[in-house]
């Protein structure tokens, strides 16, 4: 998975769709667990800006 684009309109739908309550609060916590570590986890960085543009996108254009 080399362009990570390939997989965000996936990423939208899944998010929209999903019964998540507490969305932005268990980003900052991902975000918080992946930010102390400089090294590694380079996928799921990638993963999670995704997510991250998901939320966004989903929280402006979509009405649910």
Request: glycine share 2%; net charge negative; no cysteine.
């Amino acid at each position: 998975m080399s362009a990570m684009d390939d997989v965000l309109p996936l990423t939208i739908y899944t998010v929209a769709l999903a019964d998540l309550s507490h969305v932005q609060s268990e980003f900052n916590m991902m975000e918080d667990f992946l930010s102390i570590y400089d090294k590694g986890f380079d996928f799921e960085k990638k993963l999670l800006t995704n997510f991250d543009v998901s939320i966004r996108y989903v929280n402006s254009e979509w009405e649910l």
